[in-house]
Nanobody, 124 residues
Framework: EVQLVESGGGLVQAGGSLRLSCAAS????????IGWFRQAPGKEREGVSC????????YYEDPVKGRFTISSDNAKNTVYLQMNNLKPEDTRVYHC?????????????????WGRGTQVTVSS
């Protein structure tokens, strides 16, 4: 069974940092693209970053470039999102997702598997 479990969210002041983890099971992350997405209540989900562990290619959406870093630990089958210099507008629920089909970052997923998400709240 494919599972993605996010952790590491919390409450932080503006300018602070958090590291999110996405622990995968049921598949190997080095075979597929893993993406981080975020969503605020009543708003559409938006992409944040993605990583292709097979060739270590990464991609970042403009709002997080230079502040967020995506990485992976294939031995732990886990993808991380290091978030620095957090801003109040980063307050969202953060989800990781994958699709067990060949993809390049940041091609959109068609039928992704989603984790339940972890809340990130940045106070001003």
């Amino acid at each position: 069974e494919v599972q993605l479990v996010e952790s590491g969210g919390g409450l932080v002041q503006a300018g602070g940092s958090l590291r999110l983890s996405c622990a995968a099971s049921g598949f190997s992350i080095d075979d597929y693209v893993i993406g981080w997405f975020r969503q605020a209540p009543g708003k559409e989900r938006e992409g944040v970053s993605c990583i292709s562990s097979s060739d270590s290619s990464t991609y970042y959406e403009d709002p997080v470039k230079g502040r967020f870093t995506i990485s992976s630990d294939n031995a732990k089958n886990t993808v991380y999102l290091q978030m620095n210099n957090l801003k109040p507008e980063d307050t969202r629920v953060y989800h990781c997702a994958t699709e067990l089909e060949p993809r390049d970052c940041p091609e959109p997923f068609v039928q992704p598997y989603w984790g339940r998400g972890t809340q990130v709240t940045v106070s001003s």
